[in-house]
């Protein structure tokens, strides 16, 4: 079976009822518009893991969206990029971890983990939070393109 196919049922498992979104809808408006697709047609949904995550785990640092797209899970998290954000992205890439470790989505690969900047990007290249950040495989970008 195909990303298209099973997406939708197996974030319903993990998240519950109404998690599973078609196209980029799950994404709030001001991330959607950081966010562009190559090719429309190859999303196949998204879902907004914080907030479907909230309740049972309230005070987790929790990873904000997965889109379906081109065969690819892509992991998305718009936070600031400041030097002082990179130990919290440290916390929710590893929460992410934790929980797929568990989650029906750790079926479907590849996984992508994306970080969008979320206004000014503040992390000096070559400092401490950048090869930090190149550890963790994540580069704040201002947009993403799928």
Known sequence: MSLQDTFPEV???DLGNGA???GLQALKAED???VSLRDTRQCHGSADI???MARTQPN???WDYVVAHDATLHFIEVHPAHTSSVAEMR???SWLQQWLRTAALRELKPHRFHWIASGKYAIT???KQSRALAQLGLKPEKRLTL
């Open 60 to 62: 987790a640092a929790r």
């Open 125 to 127: 290249p070559g400092s």
């Open 32 to 34: 959607r518009k950081r």
């Open 50 to 52: 914080d907030r479907a």
């Open 91 to 93: 916390s929710k890439k």
């Open 11 to 13: 974030i319903e498992a």
């Open 20 to 22: 599973y979104r078609p």
